[in-house]
């Protein structure tokens, strides 16, 4: 805290140092993201509490009753990581629609754009929370939850028909949390990403309640739509966007997404062409993004 | 080269003409002091230079397009908006690592030195620190940059006394030197006078006046004149006259001393003087420029 600072004015130009001239792309980009992470802790907190939370659930079933755990919830394992994705899920959905409307209500815009970093990697730094760092925070804590299920559920003599057998019959530690992974990059990564897109262009522009904004114009396309030609395309792609593409909805069980995608092989998501359309979408969206943010003024 | 050229600047919101066809030229190593009223057009024009706003007209900064480059710019540039930008839930530590990390020309050592000298704390979240510490702060990491261009719009808005000498003391002897160029706005006029090297009033979206402060000490003399000498005063051509406790304050422009000398008490005019000078001849129309 005391650093002795002995500049003396005009010896300052001759021992300038002379910083390093070039800061990669990457560089500005990993400070970016870990801004965010700074500014937006609940990015990890929101689905560590939900692991958390589940875990004390799960513990105080398993000791009070573990048949009434054996039979109210088949998929104790699926149902975790479920819950998790879901909270990382919602966290994003605000996370995004707060991101650029946030710092043009606290004006600190001003301070951003003081430093050389471009509206471009601002706004593609705001994607990638959701699109990855959240996928892959969410996937990590749901593993680790899921693996102190395990053990808890061993340590447990009662728990019987929880323990590993449990998870042998269905499938393997390794391959369950590969799943998770999987679904993680595939659905919230890639097919989610025109609706984070939306959400950054919408918090981008609005001037106000932009949770209104996000939320408002696809409801009323559904009504006009509804009303003008008593058709529901409209809504309809909605669903498919949430729900994921065709192969998925047929070959699923119970609307569970984690059975869904392990219906898909990477081979069929790749080749669906929603998914490119989407992302197709989701560009169009950050560009959008991208331009607004650099005509935006304060609030 | 100069630092910032501007032709024809121009800038409206909708039918509000904020910016009316500036032509402005700075050279490297000058302070200037942009001086005027509320809705003048200060803070349009630097939005212009700093890249923050669309115009119209010609505007090159340090030899760029703010508007299609600004985060090029911003490597040589830096402004402090006004105190309340620092993002509130920033603690002290992430500014520093965060400069560090995207600007090329942040030196972290010297920025912390700066803190050293403040009661400024590392784990300090901004929303935790007063006013003049928010300022105190902004300041050091923008002094550790090393920019050719400052740019301050109000930077002691709402501080005491102490902590707005203190940071005009500060920005002097730690950061100025011959090559940088610092551009600032403040309402507190007589506080920037010995700061200054030029000085540009504003007024309407127009550059009412522009000079130096070299020329502003040679050519502008204001002198306390009795009512019985008052009339041979008037006789002089004075640009600006006003009345204090019953007596006249003359302001006369390119006058000899020695000659003003017989009619009273010579001083030197503020540049708040004249700034009100300039204006209220400016509102009463047709006083034929002020040049």
Redo the contacts between chains.
Sequence with gaps: ?????N?V?GT??KS????????TAS??M???V??EL??HRSIYIAPLAAGAVFLLAFLTGLTLSPAHWHKGLDTPYEFAAALIMGTGFIVGIFYSLDSLYG?RR???I??W???????L?TVLSKFAIPVVILPLFTFVIAVVTQFVMLLLSSAVPMGGGLGAGTVGSRMSFVHMSLMVLYHMLTVHGLWYAPIYGWLLLVSAWAPRAPFIWAFLPPFVIWGVERIAFGTSHFLGMLRYRLTGPEPLTTTARSGNMMEMISALTPMQFFSTPGLWVGLAVAAAFLGAAVRLR??R?PI | MACIEARGLRKAFGATIAVDGINLRVEEGRILGLIGPNGAGKTTVFNAILGLTPYQGELKVLGRDPWTERDQLMRDACFIADVAVLPRWMRVWQALDYFAGVHPRFDRAKAEGFLAKTTIRLASKVRELSKGMVAQLHLALVMAIDAKLLVLDEPTLGLDILYRKQFYDSLLNDYFDRSRTIVVTTHQVEEIQDVLTDVMFINRGRIVFDCSMDEFESRYLEVMVNAEQLAAARAVKPIYERQVFGRSILLFDGIERQELAALGEVRRPSIADLFVAVLSNQSSAAQGGTR
């Design positions: 805290m005391s650093t002795p600072s500049t004015p300052d130009l300038r140092v002379t910083a390093p001239a070039v800061i560089r500005r990993y400070w970016s870990r801004r700074w500014e710092e606290d004006r600190s001003l301070f754009k003081s430093l050389p970093v471009s509206d990697t650099r005509n003024e």
